[in-house]
T-cell receptor, first 115, second 112 residues
Framework: ETGVTQTPRHLVMGMTNKKSLKCEQH?????MYWYKQSAKKPLELMFV???????ENNSVPSRFSPECPNSSHLFLHLHTLQPEDSALYLC??????????????FGPGTRLTVL | LAKTTQPISMDSYEGQEVNITCSHN???????ITWYQQFPSQGPRFIIQ???TKVTNEVASLFIPADRKSSTLSLPRVSLSDTAVYYC?????????????FGTGTLLAVQP
Protein backbone atom coordinates (compact mmCIF):
# COMPACT_ATOMS: atom_id res chain seq x y z
CA GLU A 1 0.00 0.00 0.00
CA THR A 2 1.67 3.17 -1.23
CA GLY A 3 -0.98 5.71 -0.27
CA VAL A 4 -2.00 6.15 -3.91
CA THR A 5 -5.18 4.43 -5.06
CA GLN A 6 -6.52 4.02 -8.57
CA THR A 7 -9.96 3.00 -9.81
CA PRO A 8 -10.97 1.02 -11.64
CA ARG A 9 -8.20 -1.56 -11.61
CA HIS A 10 -9.39 -3.03 -14.92
CA LEU A 11 -11.38 -1.39 -17.70
CA VAL A 12 -12.58 -2.65 -21.06
CA MET A 13 -14.08 -0.10 -23.41
CA GLY A 14 -15.07 0.28 -27.01
CA MET A 15 -13.59 2.91 -29.27
CA THR A 16 -16.73 5.07 -29.06
CA ASN A 17 -17.06 4.96 -25.28
CA LYS A 18 -16.23 7.69 -22.81
CA LYS A 19 -14.71 6.64 -19.51
CA SER A 20 -12.63 8.15 -16.73
CA LEU A 21 -9.76 6.87 -14.62
CA LYS A 22 -9.49 8.10 -11.06
CA CYS A 23 -6.46 8.51 -8.86
CA GLU A 24 -6.42 9.57 -5.23
CA GLN A 25 -3.43 10.13 -2.99
CA HIS A 26 -3.58 10.14 0.80
CA UNK A 27 -0.05 11.44 1.35
CA UNK A 28 -0.58 15.18 1.41
CA UNK A 29 1.43 15.59 -1.77
CA UNK A 30 1.27 18.57 -4.11
CA UNK A 31 2.38 16.99 -7.39
CA MET A 32 0.61 14.26 -9.37
CA TYR A 33 1.53 12.41 -12.55
CA TRP A 34 -0.02 10.18 -15.21
CA TYR A 35 2.13 7.53 -16.91
CA LYS A 36 1.36 5.01 -19.64
CA GLN A 37 3.02 1.60 -19.81
CA SER A 38 2.43 -0.40 -22.96
CA ALA A 39 3.47 -4.01 -23.31
CA LYS A 40 7.25 -4.39 -23.55
CA LYS A 41 7.80 -0.63 -23.58
CA PRO A 42 9.16 1.73 -20.93
CA LEU A 43 6.86 3.87 -18.86
CA GLU A 44 5.95 7.07 -20.66
CA LEU A 45 5.21 10.25 -18.75
CA MET A 46 1.93 11.76 -19.97
CA PHE A 47 0.98 14.64 -17.70
CA VAL A 48 2.32 16.43 -14.64
CA UNK A 49 0.31 18.55 -12.23
CA UNK A 50 1.69 20.78 -9.51
CA UNK A 51 -0.74 22.37 -7.06
CA UNK A 52 -3.62 21.49 -9.39
CA UNK A 53 -2.00 23.24 -12.34
CA UNK A 54 -0.85 21.27 -15.37
CA UNK A 55 2.86 21.89 -15.80
CA GLU A 56 3.70 19.32 -18.43
CA ASN A 57 1.92 17.63 -21.33
CA ASN A 58 4.18 15.25 -23.22
CA SER A 59 2.51 15.53 -26.63
CA VAL A 60 -0.38 13.35 -25.57
CA PRO A 61 -3.29 13.04 -28.04
CA SER A 62 -6.37 15.06 -27.19
CA ARG A 63 -8.44 11.91 -26.72
CA PHE A 64 -6.76 11.82 -23.29
CA SER A 65 -7.94 14.69 -21.10
CA PRO A 66 -6.56 15.09 -17.56
CA GLU A 67 -8.27 16.89 -14.72
CA CYS A 68 -6.95 17.78 -11.28
CA PRO A 69 -9.74 19.32 -9.16
CA ASN A 70 -7.62 19.40 -6.00
CA SER A 71 -4.21 18.22 -4.85
CA SER A 72 -5.54 14.83 -3.74
CA HIS A 73 -7.40 13.80 -6.87
CA LEU A 74 -6.41 13.29 -10.48
CA PHE A 75 -8.59 12.08 -13.33
CA LEU A 76 -7.87 10.93 -16.85
CA HIS A 77 -10.89 11.28 -19.13
CA LEU A 78 -10.89 8.97 -22.13
CA HIS A 79 -12.89 9.30 -25.33
CA THR A 80 -12.71 7.76 -28.80
CA LEU A 81 -9.65 5.72 -27.93
CA GLN A 82 -7.82 3.40 -30.29
CA PRO A 83 -6.82 -0.22 -29.69
CA GLU A 84 -3.17 0.87 -29.45
CA ASP A 85 -4.13 2.87 -26.36
CA SER A 86 -4.54 -0.39 -24.47
CA ALA A 87 -1.98 -0.27 -21.67
CA LEU A 88 -1.40 0.00 -17.93
CA TYR A 89 -2.09 3.57 -16.81
CA LEU A 90 -0.23 4.56 -13.70
CA CYS A 91 -0.75 7.49 -11.40
CA UNK A 92 1.96 8.81 -9.10
CA UNK A 93 2.38 11.60 -6.59
CA UNK A 94 5.28 13.39 -4.95
CA UNK A 95 5.54 15.96 -2.24
CA UNK A 96 6.36 18.72 -4.66
CA UNK A 97 8.87 20.30 -2.32
CA UNK A 98 11.10 22.38 -4.51
CA UNK A 99 14.79 21.65 -4.52
CA UNK A 100 14.74 18.44 -2.56
CA UNK A 101 15.11 14.82 -3.64
CA UNK A 102 11.46 14.01 -4.15
CA UNK A 103 10.36 10.38 -4.39
CA UNK A 104 7.36 9.48 -6.53
CA UNK A 105 4.82 7.07 -5.11
CA PHE A 106 2.90 5.03 -7.67
CA GLY A 107 -0.58 3.58 -7.56
CA PRO A 108 -1.34 0.01 -8.67
CA GLY A 109 -2.48 1.15 -12.11
CA THR A 110 -5.54 0.68 -14.29
CA ARG A 111 -5.29 -2.04 -16.93
CA LEU A 112 -7.14 -0.59 -19.94
CA THR A 113 -8.23 -2.64 -22.92
CA VAL A 114 -9.72 -0.88 -25.93
CA LEU A 115 -11.70 -3.10 -28.26
CA LEU B 1 18.43 14.39 -18.78
CA ALA B 2 21.20 11.82 -18.58
CA LYS B 3 20.56 8.56 -20.40
CA THR B 4 21.08 5.32 -18.46
CA THR B 5 22.21 1.92 -19.69
CA GLN B 6 21.66 -1.31 -17.74
CA PRO B 7 21.52 -5.01 -18.61
CA ILE B 8 18.23 -6.20 -20.03
CA SER B 9 18.07 -9.25 -17.79
CA MET B 10 19.90 -11.11 -15.03
CA ASP B 11 19.46 -14.52 -13.44
CA SER B 12 20.21 -15.45 -9.86
CA TYR B 13 19.46 -18.07 -7.21
CA GLU B 14 17.90 -17.65 -3.83
CA GLY B 15 20.33 -16.54 -1.15
CA GLN B 16 22.81 -14.97 -3.54
CA GLU B 17 23.85 -11.33 -3.62
CA VAL B 18 22.85 -9.60 -6.83
CA ASN B 19 24.61 -6.55 -8.25
CA ILE B 20 23.01 -4.59 -11.08
CA THR B 21 25.21 -1.98 -12.70
CA CYS B 22 23.95 1.10 -14.48
CA SER B 23 25.97 3.53 -16.57
CA HIS B 24 25.09 7.21 -16.81
CA ASN B 25 28.00 8.92 -18.50
CA UNK B 26 26.28 12.28 -18.94
CA UNK B 27 25.13 12.75 -15.37
CA UNK B 28 24.98 16.40 -14.31
CA UNK B 29 26.08 18.00 -11.07
CA UNK B 30 22.55 18.36 -9.72
CA UNK B 31 21.41 14.86 -10.66
CA UNK B 32 20.65 12.04 -8.23
CA ILE B 33 20.72 8.32 -9.02
CA THR B 34 17.48 6.57 -8.16
CA TRP B 35 16.38 2.96 -8.40
CA TYR B 36 12.81 1.67 -8.65
CA GLN B 37 11.42 -1.87 -8.56
CA GLN B 38 8.36 -3.01 -10.48
CA PHE B 39 6.41 -6.25 -10.15
CA PRO B 40 4.09 -7.35 -12.98
CA SER B 41 0.89 -5.31 -13.25
CA GLN B 42 1.91 -3.01 -10.41
CA GLY B 43 3.33 0.48 -10.23
CA PRO B 44 7.06 1.01 -9.67
CA ARG B 45 8.25 1.25 -6.09
CA PHE B 46 11.12 3.42 -4.90
CA ILE B 47 14.05 1.39 -3.61
CA ILE B 48 16.98 3.69 -2.99
CA GLN B 49 18.55 6.97 -4.02
CA UNK B 50 22.02 8.40 -3.77
CA UNK B 51 24.33 11.16 -4.91
CA UNK B 52 27.79 9.76 -4.26
CA THR B 53 29.74 7.06 -2.38
CA LYS B 54 27.49 4.53 -0.66
CA VAL B 55 23.92 4.52 0.54
CA THR B 56 22.32 1.65 2.42
CA ASN B 57 18.79 1.02 3.60
CA GLU B 58 16.84 -2.01 4.78
CA VAL B 59 16.30 -3.21 1.22
CA ALA B 60 19.48 -2.53 -0.75
CA SER B 61 22.79 -0.74 -1.06
CA LEU B 62 23.80 1.71 -3.75
CA PHE B 63 27.43 2.20 -4.68
CA ILE B 64 28.45 5.28 -6.65
CA PRO B 65 32.11 5.85 -7.62
CA ALA B 66 33.72 9.25 -7.43
CA ASP B 67 33.15 10.11 -11.11
CA ARG B 68 29.42 9.24 -10.75
CA LYS B 69 29.31 7.88 -14.30
CA SER B 70 27.98 4.54 -13.08
CA SER B 71 26.25 3.05 -10.08
CA THR B 72 25.61 -0.43 -8.71
CA LEU B 73 22.49 -1.59 -6.95
CA SER B 74 23.27 -4.42 -4.55
CA LEU B 75 20.53 -6.74 -3.28
CA PRO B 76 21.73 -8.97 -0.44
CA ARG B 77 20.54 -12.59 -0.28
CA VAL B 78 17.74 -12.38 -2.83
CA SER B 79 14.59 -14.45 -2.56
CA LEU B 80 12.01 -15.54 -5.13
CA SER B 81 9.93 -12.46 -4.29
CA ASP B 82 12.73 -10.21 -5.55
CA THR B 83 11.95 -11.28 -9.11
CA ALA B 84 11.00 -7.98 -10.75
CA VAL B 85 12.16 -5.29 -13.14
CA TYR B 86 14.68 -2.87 -11.67
CA TYR B 87 14.97 0.61 -13.14
CA CYS B 88 17.94 2.92 -12.82
CA UNK B 89 17.04 6.58 -13.26
CA UNK B 90 18.95 9.83 -13.15
CA UNK B 91 16.74 12.50 -11.65
CA UNK B 92 17.16 16.26 -11.63
CA UNK B 93 15.58 18.19 -8.82
CA UNK B 94 15.04 21.85 -8.33
CA UNK B 95 11.47 22.49 -9.35
CA UNK B 96 8.16 21.68 -7.76
CA UNK B 97 7.95 18.48 -9.80
CA UNK B 98 10.51 16.01 -11.00
CA UNK B 99 10.61 14.20 -14.30
CA UNK B 100 11.33 10.47 -14.25
CA UNK B 101 12.52 8.96 -17.53
CA PHE B 102 12.21 5.18 -17.37
CA GLY B 103 14.24 2.92 -19.62
CA THR B 104 13.56 -0.75 -20.21
CA GLY B 105 15.06 -1.73 -16.86
CA THR B 106 16.70 -4.99 -15.82
CA LEU B 107 14.51 -8.05 -15.42
CA LEU B 108 15.89 -9.99 -12.47
CA ALA B 109 14.78 -13.62 -12.35
CA VAL B 110 15.49 -15.39 -9.06
CA GLN B 111 15.33 -19.17 -9.14
CA PRO B 112 15.08 -21.62 -6.25
Amino acid sequence: ETGVTQTPRHLVMGMTNKKSLKCEQHLGHNAMYWYKQSAKKPLELMFVYSLEERVENNSVPSRFSPECPNSSHLFLHLHTLQPEDSALYLCASSSGTSGLADTQYFGPGTRLTVL
Amino acid sequence: LAKTTQPISMDSYEGQEVNITCSHNNIATNDYITWYQQFPSQGPRFIIQGYKTKVTNEVASLFIPADRKSSTLSLPRVSLSDTAVYYCLVVSYGGATNKLIFGTGTLLAVQP
